[in-house]
């Protein structure tokens, strides 16, 4: 395939994974789900999963049968149906945003005639999402924002699956990105086997990601980008630790208060230099 191809599949905001089955069902023609996991080497565990999203988005068809079958779409079809999801997805966004202008106006208009005196710290600190989809895709941006730096603090960097394309294009630009993840003897043993497939997708995949295992269990997790010991820049989304409370019900915060990422800077880079080690002693 082309190096433009390559770059239209890469525009259509899919997963790796899905964008590896669409490039190879493109080249097949059709095939089952358990050829097409063998062909691009994803999981067997995850390659309906994947298709299924494919299918659904109007890129693939399933073929009826035993076992069924999976066809992409005509190439220009393809083309047709990405900008029409796209187009979509913007009308739906857009409609929303009218259904709720004039309650958001009513309500925070009289915000801008505030003095700046007047804004507490916190407002000023950061502001909240939901930990899931929201929090995954303030995650992505900040990937696609980092000019320089990103550092991540996590337990096994469950959720790579739906940062990957971000990440991929902060590493293509050249990012410096580090990983530093908890120690296995901290997590439960499926944990620990899923932390260990991971680390070995990121030497693999992304051979110039750093990643080093911390013994301490940490109190917050989260990804920061370019922090900046002048105060002039930064960005970063971070969660405390509730083992308590499901992810579902969990906020995470999101600043671009360069002061503060600053100090998340501090805090990881101590725990980098002085408290962890290489992952490949794990």
Known sequence: MSERGDEFLSRLDLTEYEEGALAELLLLGRSTAPELAEATGIPKARIYGVLDELAEAGYVTVIPGRPKEYRPHDPEEIVDRA?????????????????????????????????????????????????????????????????????????????IDAVRPALREAVDRGVDVKVLMLAPDHLSAENAERQAAIREELAADFPSVTVRISERVLPWRGTFVDPDTDYERGHGLFMVEQEDVPNHRRQAAVTENPSFVAGLWQYFDLLWRHESRPAAEA
Do not use: M
């Open 83 to 159: 900008i029409r999801n796209r187009r979509d997805d913007y009308e739906r966004f857009a409609d929303e945003v009218e259904e709720t202008r004039e309650a958001f106006v009513e309500q925070y208009a009289p915000v801008r005639d505030r003095d700046v005196d007047e804004l507490g710290p916190a407002e000023d600190l950061f502001h909240v999402v939901d930990v899931g989809e929201p929090s995954e895709r303030e995650t992505r941006r900040l990937f696609r924002e980092a000019e320089r730096e990103a550092y991540v603090l996590t337990k096994s960097l469950g959720y």
